[in-house]
């Protein structure tokens, strides 16, 4: 079983600049999160979908951060235009639950994105 | 508001020494919980869960945790640590409501002294 892939793994971007992250679950996951961990902080929650719903998008920053899951299968998350504050890591998750609660979340590796 | 605190941020022990990392929350219901361990370059993996039933769980790699609802607590122990153990470890808590999300602390790095 494939899991969970997260790509580019580093991105280095301008201010202002727009970047996109792409994340792949494993397949037939309904539910995909997506998080953000910011400078040794703790790992903070963005958003939640069912399938290709939005079941919480709770935990994005700003209307610069725009996430899509077209036909319930891949995610993307764009920031335009990209800040400073935007520099971290970020982190996609499939579960088999709704919650993931019983199964827990399989990961993936991580998008580094900075912000020069 | 729910919350997941993990003191220590860097803890070094010895290879061979036994340890211990601390997790406290604060979520209110019966949470389920979560440890996590995330080694460079890879995505975060699932150590061990708890649900209910028995206060004490094993997970992988010779892991376990137990959880203590008097101390709000939920540490992770090994008894004997070994260098592959390196690698930043997270504590989450989750619970079931409408809008049911893992929250986590800010994790604690382990360092091995060989």
């Known amino acids: 079983e494939a899991g969970v892939t997260q790509f580019p793994s580093h991105s280095v971007i301008e201010k202002g600049q727009t970047v996109t992250l792409r994340c792949d679950p494993i397949?037939?996951?309904?539910?995909l999160y997506w998080y953000r961990r910011v400078m040794g902080k703790e790992i903070k929650f963005l958003l939640h979908?069912?399938?290709?719903?939005?079941?919480?998008e709770s935990g994005m920053p700003n209307n610069r951060f725009l996430a899509e899951r077209t036909g319930g299968t891949y995610s993307t998350l764009k920031v335009q235009p990209a800040e400073l504050e935007d520099s971290g890591v970020y982190f996609c998750?499939?579960?088999?639950?709704?919650?993931?609660?019983?199964?827990?979340?399989?990961f993936g590796s991580g998008t580094r994105l900075t912000v020069v | 508001a729910q919350s997941v605190t993990q003191p220590d941020i860097h803890i070094t022990v010895s290879e061979g020494a036994s340890l211990e990392l601390r997790c406290n929350y604060s979520?209110?219901?019966?949470?389920?919980l979560f440890w996590y361990v995330q080694s460079p370059g890879q995505g975060l993996q699932l150590l061990l869960k708890?649900?209910?039933?028995?206060?004490l769980v094993q997970g992988i790699k010779g892991f376990e945790a137990e959880f203590k609802r008097s101390q709000s607590s939920f540490n992770l122990r090994k008894p004997s640590v070994h260098w592959s153990d390196a690698a930043e470890y997270f504590c989450?808590?989750?619970?079931?409501?409408?809008?049911?999300?893992?929250?986590f602390g800010s994790g604690t790095r382990l360092s091995i002294r060989p």
């Open positions: 998750a499939s579960s088999q639950d709704r919650e993931g609660l019983y199964y827990g979340y399989t």
């Open positions: 397949s037939g996951h309904d539910n």
């Open positions: 979908f069912v399938k290709e719903s939005k079941q919480d």
């Open positions: 979520y209110g219901a019966t949470p389920y």
């Open positions: 708890y649900f209910s039933g028995d206060t």
């Open positions: 989450a808590v989750g619970r079931y409501s409408s809008a049911s999300k893992i929250i």
